[in-house]
């Protein structure tokens, strides 16, 4: 496939997306409503047993469950900012004042439901939910939810010189500093925060979503403290980094149950890092994304294009695959040699991923014991849909112009 029939392929994926979205003003179900849909307490093996039963059920065949429960349609803060930086990468890509007009709308939602009761701005998730048996409620600050969502204002003055959003960026920031829970236990060289306003789990992936935005804003508005604070925050997560060259899911001091390796969250790393080496490089972040990158192609990217959710399963989410996208997208640009795997992942994606009939992705290629295999299709705009249009928008963006502006 060269590269005219690829984009003449991602632009009628977009559509379909696109449409779907807009059919269904935005809202959808996430992944996370059934586990909030039934309340399962104790600790007994009775209960114990009734909750991986549920929690089966609700990874491998939610379509079920979601019928029984019905649990509401929600327009998820993550989703809005996902559409709202998709749209903008359309707009360079075609110049149609349509897709600023819808990053726009996407923006002014997320202006008016921001977290309440916090500094403005930074956003959560719209559902109350628990982290590692600690309840969090609806709407509380998660750092990566609102790096997510404060892309788009950033660039909009950028690609505008509109300043109406000035603001907001250095706002989500200082919210975050604020609200967010900084570990005391560690040495002066280094930073780590929770993951929420109302946790303390030390999440890689969320500490580098809220030091690349340090970073923005040290650059471009001098902010010093800023820039110092996510210094810190990159050396704790780069001492955290595995010798094969994948990232756990949190950092050692979390024991084992922070060990986790999966794609989604090493391929935000890898492209938080990215972004911080592209406003200040170093030979210490390139050959961190260099192990890291040949680390992700070895044990998440198939043979076909497919993305294996962790190693050594074959198991595929379409999280990851949106993912995969995202980052072979941006790491091509440093590391040409990752191209190939790139343009081979787009294709699988769209090509078995996508409902063909509403446009909407599928959830999971599941498998049981190799001798079962199906489709999970269901849909979840924000942990499918948001997250294969950004993903597919930003592919485009680089096929017609080698590169993105943030």
Wanted: proline residues 4%; neutral net charge; hydrophobic residues 40%.
């Amino acid at each position: 496939m060269n590269k005219t029939e690829l984009k003449r392929l991602i632009e009628a994926s977009l559509n379909a997306v696109d449409r779907n979205a807009r059919e269904n003003e935005y809202k959808g179900f996430d992944k996370y409503s059934l586990h909030n849909a039934v309340t399962l307490e104790g600790s007994g093996i009775v209960p114990r047993l009734s909750k991986r039963s549920y929690n089966f059920a609700s990874n491998y065949f939610p379509g079920i469950l979601l019928k029984i429960l019905a649990p509401p349609k929600l327009i998820h803060a993550k989703a809005m900012g996902l559409f709202a930086d998709a749209y903008l990468d359309m707009y360079r890509v075609t110049g149609s004042e349509n897709y600023k007009l819808q990053a726009h709308n996407c923006m002014e939602w997320l202006l008016r439901n921001r977290s309440p009761e916090y500094p403005e701005y930074c956003w959560g998730v719209p559902f109350d939910w628990n982290s590692k048996g600690k309840k969090v409620p609806a709407n509380t600050p998660i750092a990566s939810v609102s790096s997510i969502c404060v892309d788009p204002f950033w660039r909009w003055e950028t690609l505008f010189q509109d300043h109406v959003y000035r603001e907001i960026p250095m706002k989500t920031c200082a919210a975050l500093l604020k609200s967010l829970y900084r570990h005391t236990d560690l040495p002066d060289s280094v930073a780590c925060y929770g993951y929420t306003a109302k946790d303390q789990l030390r999440v890689l992936n969320g500490n580098l979503f809220l030091a690349e935005k340090l970073f923005l804003l040290g650059k471009f508005w001098d902010w010093q403290e800023g820039l110092e604070e996510g210094r810190k925050i990159v050396a704790y997560c780069l001492g955290n980094m595995n010798s094969d060259g994948t990232f756990p899911y949190q950092g050692r001091e979390a024991g084992s149950a922070g060990k986790a390796v999966d794609a989604y969250h090493n391929g935000f790393i890898l492209r938080s890092l990215f972004r911080i080496n592209s406003l200040y490089p170093s030979e210490e972040l390139y050959k961190a994304l260099r192990s890291g990158l040949d680390a992700y192609l070895k044990c998440f990217v198939g043979p076909k294009g497919e993305t294996w959710v962790q190693p050594g399963r074959t198991m595929v989410d379409i999280h990851g695959c949106a993912e995969t996208i995202l980052c072979l997208g941006r790491l091509t640009t440093l590391f040409p040699d990752c191209e190939e795997a790139w343009t081979r992942s787009i294709r699988w994606a769209i090509e078995h991923m996508q409902n063909r009939v509403s446009g909407h992705f599928f959830y999971r290629r599941a498998h049981f014991l190799s001798l079962m295999h199906w489709t999970v299709d269901v849909p979840y705009i924000r942990w499918s849909d948001a997250w294969m249009y950004k993903a597919l928008a930003e592919a485009l963006l680089i096929l017609e112009n080698g590169g993105v502006d943030w």
